[in-house]
């Protein structure tokens, strides 16, 4: 069995790398709220039903679809 010189010197190595650790881990600060981001495209698609969209915003592809990603 150990002798109590023995673990009271290993308590009192161990105790400063606990409170360091303790201190490392201390509270963490959140960033402040950023603000919502601006919409760089919208359409809310609010036409009557059966209706074509609006040409001014989309357009027909054809071809191989080599720019659908």
């Known amino acids: 069995m150990a002798s109590p010189r023995l673990l009271r010197r290993c308590l009192y190595a161990a105790l400063p790398l606990a409170l ?3 201190a490392a881990t201390g509270t963490a600060q959140a960033d402040p ?3 919502a981001a601006a919409a760089a495209f919208t359409d809310n698609f609010d036409g ?3 209706a074509a ?3 001014s915003k ?3 592809e054809t071809g191989d679809n080599v720019n659908n990603h």
Do not use: L
């Open 48 to 50: 009557p039903a059966g």
């Open 33 to 35: 709220p950023t603000s």
């Open 53 to 55: 969209v609006d040409g």
């Open 58 to 60: 989309w357009q027909t």
């Open 20 to 22: 360091v650790a303790a």
